[in-house]
C-alpha cells in the first residue's frame, strides 16, 4: 500500500500512483481537494497584500533603480536643472533632498555625477532626435551665428540657431548648437567650424537660405569661404548708423560725457541714491534708478538720456542741496532733450526688428520710412539739424546696398504687407523680373519669362514741407498712399506670370496682420508663390536670436560654475532652449 517493503519506497509519490491505478474514484478525490487548497492560499495571499500592514510595507520599499517611476522622476530632475539653470550639485542640497525625499519616500535620488554624465547625454539625444525629425524634408532654413566669450572663464562659444518655415505656415526655430571655439577667431577657422556644424545635422549647403551675422570681417570671410549667402545684422547696422551720425559728434559726445557722470555718481553712492529716492517722493515722481549706458549698445545711450530727462527736476533739487561732479546747462538740456526725439523713431525700429516676428521683408519698407522722416523738418531740430543731416548720410551709406540685394527685395516683394510699394521704378522693375524667374525656377518651368520694354512711371518726389511730431508708422502711410495713387495712373504689366500680376495687383493686408497667415489662406490661389513666401520669410532680419542664446550661456557659465566643461554647458544651452519643442 505504502510502496513496497523498504525504507525508501515509502513516499507519497508511489501511494498516489497506487491509488491512480487501482483506485481511480479517490484518486480523482484527492485532485480536487488538492486544487481547492491551492486556490484558497492564493485567495489568502491576495488578502493579505492587499491588507494596510502590507500596503504600508509596500510604501517603504525603495524603487528599484531601473523601474519605470524611478525613472521618470530622474528624468524630470534633469529637466529642471536644464531649464531653471539650476548647477548640477542642487541634488546634493539639503533642502531639495528633503524635498524629494516628502515627495516620494520610495525614490533614491542619483548623484550629481549620474545627473551630468548619464542623465543629461540621454536627454540631449531625446531632444536632438526631435530636432532631426522636424528638420527632414524642410529645403530652405536660415540660421543665425555669432561669438560669445564668458568673461568668467576661458570659454569661447560659436552659436547656430536654424529658422524656417513649415508646410502650414508655422514660423519654427530651434538651437543646433552653442560649439565651442577655442584658438584664433579667423574666417577660415570659423568656416570650417560650418562644415562640422552642418555635417553634424547633416544639412546640405544647397537648403541654407541665408546666415544672419555681425558685420565683423571675420564673420563675412567665414561665410564666402563656407560657401553660403549671408546678411549682415540689421541691429548691428543700426548701431553702426547712430554712431557714425550722431554719438561721434563733439557737442552730443560731451553731453554724454557729462550724463554718464551724473549717473555713475548716483551709481557709486548709496548716499546719493537714497538722498535722490526721497526727493523723488516728495515731487511726487516715480521712483526709480537712473539708466547706465554700454558703449556697444547705443539704445543703451538713447535710454539713459531719457532717464536723465525723467529726473531733470528730481536733479535739480538734489544739485541744489548737494554736491554734484558736474551739471548739465540750460542749452544741454535741451540738446538732450532734442536728441531722445530725433532717436525715438530709431529705438521704435530696433524694438520691432528684435522680435521674433520681424523678417528681412522688413528691412527695406523700414529704412524707406526712417530716411523720409529724416528727411522732414521738425521744431524739434533744433541744435541738432546737423547731426540729424549726418544721421540721414549714415543711414544712406550703411544700408544703401540692400535696395540692390536679391535677399532683401524678394522677401519686401512677397510680403503681402508690402509687396512692391516701397521700391522705385527700377528695383521694382528688378524685384518683379526676379521674382518671376524665382518661381519659374522653383516651379521647374522651362519657359523663361521676359519682361519687355515698358514706360516708366515719374520718380516719387520726397516732400519736406516743415511738419513735427511725425512716427515711423505715419511715413508708412504716406508711402503706401503715394504708391497707390502711381499704381493706378501707370498699372502693372500684364506680360509676367497670372499669380504674380494678380498677388501684386490686390491691395495690401494690414501692417498689424501676419503675413504667413496670409499664405496659409492663400496658398492654393497662389501655389508658385506661397513656395517661394516660405523661403524668403524664413529669414530673420538680425542676429538676435543667438544674442538670446547667449544671454542664457550666462546664466550657465557663471561665477559659481566656471569649471563647467564646454560639452556640459552645450548640452545644456541645446536642452533649454530646445526641450519646450519637445514637451509641446
Known sequence: MRGGCRVKSFNTTNLICHLKNRHPDLHKQLQEKNAAN???????????????????????????????????????????????????????????????????????????????????????????????????????????????????????ILSLTAQWINENFEMKRAVLHAHEFAGSHTGVAIAGAFDCMFARWKIKKDNVHVVLRDNARNMQKAMEECGVKSLGCMAHTLQLAVHDGVLSQR??????????????????????????????????IKTMMLQQDVATRWNSTFLMMKSLLDQKRALGVYGADHEMPVCLSAHQWGLIENMTTLLAPFEQLTKEISSHQATTADVIPSVVALKRLLSKTADTDSGVRTAKHTLLEAVNERFGSAFSEPLYYLATILDPRYKDRYFDTVTKQAAVKTLQQQVDKMTHSDSATETPDTEEPQEKMIRTSDEGGKSLLDMHDEILEENSTMEQQAGLTSHISVQVHGYLSEPLIPRNESPLQYWKSNMSRFPALAKA?????????????????????????????NRIQCEKAEMLLFVKKNLPLVMK
Open 251 to 284: 557737442s552730443i559726445s560731451d553731453c554724454l560725457a557729462i550724463g554718464r557722470k551724473i549717473v555713475g555718481h548716483f551709481r557709486h553712492s548709496q548716499l546719493a541714491t537714497s538722498r535722490l529716492r526721497d526727493i523723488q517722493q516728495e515731487l511726487g
Open 38 to 156: 491551492i486556490s484558497q492560499q492564493a485567495k489568502t495571499k491576495a488578502a493579505a497584500a492587499g491588507s494596510p500592514i502590507q500596503q504600508v510595507l509596500d510604501k517603504t520599499k525603495k524603487f528599484a533603480k531601473d523601474s519605470a517611476k524611478a525613472r521618470s522622476i530622474t528624468d524630470k530632475v534633469m529637466e529642471m536643472i536644464a531649464l531653471d539653470d539650476q548647477p548640477f550639485s542642487v541634488v546634493e542640497d539639503q533642502g531639495f533632498r528633503r524635498l524629494i525625499e516628502h515627495i516620494e519616500p520610495r525614490y533614491n535620488l542619483p548623484s550629481r555625477r549620474y545627473f551630468s554624465d548619464v542623465s543629461l547625454p540621454a536627454l540631449y539625444e531625446v531632444v536632438a532626435t526631435h530636432i532631426h525629425k522636424l528638420l527632414d524634408n524642410v529645403t530652405d532654413i536660415s540660421f543665425t551665428t555669432d561669438i560669445w566669450s564668458s568673461d568668467v572663464s576661458q570659454m569661447s
Open 533 to 561: 513666401a516660405r523661403k524668403y520669410l524664413s529669414a530673420p532680419c538680425t542676429s538676435v536670436d543667438s544674442e538670446r542664446l547667449f544671454s542664457a550661456a550666462s546664466h550657465i557659465v557663471d561665477e559659481k560654475r
